[in-house]
């Protein structure tokens, strides 16, 4: 016997102009990534949050108004990040039968750089941290940061400038 | 002091250089390589999260729309982003899409062996796929290769001449094909579901056994799953379902297990049933 399925229900009319999932994941999978490790995630998870942020886009896309996709997905991959680091205390160790592949390109001196940079932007406080990222990394308009931290477009603009100013210093103390 | 004017507003990188607009620039090339991210692309596939946004013509069945998206997936993912290791990947899945494109082929081509050599021949079978993107390649275009062997060591008047390269070429065909890469194998026994589940539980037998600890473990049991709920053998389907999810409690595939199996799969699995 067959029990009818709420979950078989596909989400209603789609707008054209919206990108798909698979559209947003060719295009914006990379910054999900990038995102979810400056967000707290450790490298051996990467994969599969990233993966969870696809399926929960995925399962929201009929209440998605097609607006700023990367700020959509930043959110999502906000609230990833919050949920597994609350999972944290309970992971601490993981049986494995092969090391984990963390899916970084190898490169040693690239990574001593980044790393470099990682460092400092741990000392700014979340918000601006945040501002810094989604501007000066990824390029993201301002009025698209804004709406991905959810702030005012002028108190982003403050929020860089004084991003800017810490990490200058703390880079030259090193 | 800087003063607040977005209307003259400039990234660090568009400034003047500076030890933090290189370290932004090299923070940007962080990224999943492109095996992980052809990992996700197959399992978001197979889960069923591109098929949504795929033109759902008369209501097909969704497994059928998820193997078509996933296979629109990485066809789109190894053309448009150019990943080398990706587009082997997407060769086994999209050979008709690769045979209507030689422009890109080409492009492809000369990517693969590079990439190949930096990930050797993973469980995503690059061996086997380096095999076939290496024919189409013209000759014209490969630099003239003499080995090593056959470098002269008397005789001074030995040059690389056309024939001589035609000599090496014959002397080294591409590598005999390994075993079928676990991709292939996983990818066929999906496209065999719905025609043929027999074949289907064969060809995720054969995975098990090839790739007891493969990548795609939880792909093999959900055809496994689906193909005995066709084949009418619910029983076993359902127990194999359960073991998936006991294996992996947060498997992204627990909506396409309910829905072969026709019924609800408990959260608790150790409980048969309900």
Same mark, same amino acid.
């Given at each position: 016997? @067959? ?7 596909? @989400? ?10 698979? &559209? ?91 790393? &470099? ?58 | ?39 996700? !692309?197959?399992?978001? !596939? ?7 946004? !795929? ?22 993912? !190894? ?20 045979? +209507? ?16 050599? #930096? ?45 001589? #390269? ?8 591409? $590598? ?7 991709? $292939? ?12 589940? $027999? ?15 493969? +990548? ?9 799953? +689906? ?15 359960? $073991? ?31």
């Amino acid at each position: 016997m @067959s029990v009818a399925l709420s979950l078989q229900q596909r @989400s209603p009319a789609i707008a054209v102009s919206r990108p798909g999932i698979e &559209e947003l994941f060719t295009s914006c999978v990379d910054f999900v990534w990038r995102n979810l490790y400056q967000l707290g995630v450790a490298e051996v998870d990467l994969e599969d949050q990233t993966q969870e942020v696809f399926l929960i886009a995925h399962r929201r896309y009929a209440s998605w108004n097609g607006g700023h996709p990367r700020a959509w997905l930043y959110a999502i991959a906000r609230r990833c990040a919050s949920a597994y680091r609350r999972r944290g205390h309970r992971r601490y160790e993981l049986c494995v039968y092969d090391v984990p592949e963390n899916g970084m390109e190898p490169d040693p001196s690239e990574r001593f750089d980044v790393n &470099e940079l990682d460092r400092a932007l741990d000392g700014l406080e979340e918000g601006k941290r945040a501002v810094f990222i989604l501007f000066e990394i990824e390029e993201l308009p301002m009025r698209e940061v804004a709406a991905a931290v959810g702030c005012p477009v002028q108190t982003a603009y403050a929020r860089l400038y004084a991003a800017r100013r810490e990490l200058a210093r703390a880079l030259s103390e090193e | 002091m800087m003063k607040l004017d977005p209307t003259n507003l400039h990234r660090i990188d568009e400034g003047p250089p500076s030890k933090l607009q290189r370290l932004i620039r090299r923070s940007r090339r962080r990224r999943p390589s492109t095996d992980a991210t052809s990992r996700m !692309a197959a399992r978001l !596939a197979s889960a069923g999260v591109f098929a949504a946004e !795929a033109p759902t013509s008369s209501g097909g069945p969704a497994l059928l729309d998820g193997v078509r998206a996933g296979g629109a997936t990485l066809r789109r993912l !190894a053309f448009g982003v150019g990943g080398g290791a990706l587009a082997l990947v997407a060769l086994g899945a999209a050979w008709s899409a690769w045979q +209507e494109r030689p422009a890109d082929r080409m492009s492809d081509a000369v990517v693969a062996p590079t990439t190949a050599d #930096r990930t050797g021949p993973s469980a995503l079978g690059t061996t086997a796929a380096v095999d076939s993107a290496a024919v189409p390649q013209p000759l014209s275009t490969i630099v003239p290769v003499v080995s090593v062997d056959e470098l002269p060591s008397t005789r001074p008047g030995l040059v690389a001449t056309s024939s001589t #390269r035609t000599e090496v070429r014959s002397s080294s065909p591409p $590598a005999p094909r390994r075993s079928e890469s676990e991709f $292939a194998i996983i990818k066929r026994a999906q496209d065999a579901v719905l025609s043929s589940p $027999a074949q289907a539980l064969d060809l995720a037998e054969q995975h098990a056994r090839a790739f007891p600890t493969g +990548e795609l473990v939880q792909e093999r049991e959900v055809v496994a799953v +689906e193909a005995l709920a066709r084949l009418g053998r619910k029983a076993e389907a359902k127990s194999r379902a359960n $073991a998936l999810l006991t294996r992996y409690p947060r498997t992204p595939y627990v909506v396409r297990l309910e829905r072969a199996l026709g019924e609800p799969l408990s959260p608790a699995p150790s409980t048969s049933g309900r």
